[in-house]
């Protein structure tokens, strides 16, 4: 049955075995080649295993064939963000929160695209609303000392930092940061025990 055989495609994706479910996927498009759901999982076997232009292409089938589904618009809203587009990320982004306000993937994205566009007053306060309502999500927190950066809010910036590090010690590129930071701020021994 086409829909078992969806379901068999969607678990190989969660366990991570993608190049089973594009097999399956594959197959089943091409049985059925306006089956949006089966072009949205085959977007997310190939976003996972690093097949962009594929995941793209499958991405755009998906929002064609499901023009109400959230998932997708979220997908390829991704896609945009990562190609430099900035006006389609934040299209696909904010059409993805209509359809389903608590898409959170939806709303980091937004706020990623808008700041990429230089727009740091608008991402400044999405980053602020999603921290409000979720508190200590270590994504938020990055996006919004992000944000914080790229106004020159170093001092609002490092605190955020310092929280991520609190929840997730091997978060990298929060350390990173924090290091670039004391040593812009003329603290090389703070930042070497910080490494430390």
Same mark, same amino acid.
């Given at each position: 049955?086409?829909?078992?055989?969806?379901?068999?495609?969607? =678990?190989? &994706?969660?366990?991570?075995?993608?190049?089973?479910?594009?097999?399956?996927?594959? /197959?089943? &498009?091409?049985?059925?080649? +306006?089956?949006? #759901?089966?072009? =949205?999982?085959?977007?997310?076997?190939?976003?996972?295993?690093?097949?962009?232009?594929?995941?793209?292409?499958?991405?755009?089938?998906?929002?064609?064939?499901?023009?109400?589904?959230?998932?997708?618009?979220?997908?390829?809203?991704?896609?945009?963000?990562? *190609?430099?587009?900035?006006?389609?990320?934040?299209?696909?982004?904010? !059409?993805?929160? /209509? =359809?389903?306000? +608590?898409? &959170? +993937?939806?709303? !980091? *994205?937004?706020?990623?695209?808008?700041?990429?566009?230089?727009?740091?007053?608008?991402?400044?306060?999405?980053?602020?609303?999603?921290?409000?309502?979720?508190?200590?999500?270590?994504?938020?927190?990055?996006?919004?000392?992000?944000?914080?950066?790229?106004?020159?809010?170093?001092?609002?910036?490092?605190?955020?930092?310092?929280? &991520?590090?609190?929840?997730?010690? #091997?978060? !990298?590129?929060?350390?990173?940061?924090? *290091?670039? !930071?004391?040593?812009?701020?003329?603290?090389? #021994?703070?930042?070497?025990?910080?490494?430390?």
């Amino acid at each position: 049955l086409p829909q078992a055989r969806l379901v068999k495609a969607k =678990l190989a &994706i969660h366990n991570g075995k993608n190049d089973e479910a594009i097999t399956t996927l594959d /197959q089943l &498009i091409q049985d059925n080649p +306006r089956w949006g #759901d089966a072009q =949205l999982q085959l977007a997310l076997a190939h976003l996972n295993k690093g097949n962009m232009e594929l995941s793209q292409k499958a991405a755009v089938e998906a929002v064609k064939l499901m023009n109400r589904n959230s998932r997708a618009h979220t997908v390829l809203a991704h896609h945009h963000l990562r *190609t430099g587009e900035f006006e389609s990320a934040q299209k696909e982004a904010a !059409i993805a929160l /209509q =359809l389903d306000p +608590r898409n &959170i +993937r939806a709303a !980091i *994205t937004l706020g990623q695209s808008l700041l990429a566009a230089g727009k740091t007053d608008e991402a400044l306060k999405i980053f602020e609303q999603m921290n409000t309502m979720l508190p200590g999500n270590v994504d938020v927190l990055h996006n919004l000392a992000l944000t914080r950066l790229a106004r020159k809010e170093f001092d609002k910036a490092a605190p955020l930092l310092e929280e &991520i590090l609190s929840v997730k010690p #091997d978060f !990298i590129t929060a350390l990173a940061t924090l *290091t670039a !930071i004391d040593l812009q701020n003329k603290q090389p #021994d703070k930042a070497m025990k910080r490494v430390r």
